[in-house]
């Protein structure tokens, strides 16, 4: 029992956070999911690799928004336009540096392991774009 000190707000500040990240983290685990299946099934369909690419990181973005929104950040006030277009610019911005860096590994690795690693680049940016932008608090996010 800490009461009301200073060290108390903290400790429970960083449990909040711990968990949200958790809740990111779990959401991350579907999305990579729903990003890795659509990219190599898209790829074993015949799609070029940048376009699936792409498309792969939509599925993944239109699942992380919904689960992210109404489950991590538990935002479920009505500014789905709004909030979604923000964070699909964030999912975007993150996405070109993922882009850059598969693009650069497929210099040095094979394709499979190349956008296996890249994929590691986005998560970290998204979950601050989106903590500290898309669905803020205080102001309420956008």
Do not use: H
Request: charged share 15%; with cysteine; glycine share 12%.
């Amino acid at each position: 029992m800490c009461g009301n000190g200073y060290l108390c707000r903290m400790d429970k500040r960083m449990r909040g956070e711990t968990l949200l990240m958790v809740k990111y983290g779990l959401v991350g685990v579907v999305n990579t999911a729903v990003t890795a299946g659509a990219y190599f099934v898209l790829r074993w369909l015949g799609v070029q690799i940048d376009i699936a690419n792409f498309l792969s990181y939509v599925a993944g973005i239109l699942n992380s928004f919904v689960l992210n929104k109404l489950w991590v950040f538990r935002q479920r006030e009505g500014r789905w336009l709004r909030q979604g277009s923000v964070f699909f610019f964030g999912a975007l911005l993150c996405w070109a540096l993922q882009w850059a860096a598969f693009r650069g590994l497929l210099l040095v690795m094979p394709e499979r392991w190349a956008y296996l690693v890249a994929m590691c680049v986005y998560p970290g940016l998204n979950y601050l774009f989106n903590r500290l932008v898309t669905f803020r608090r205080g102001g309420g996010g956008y």
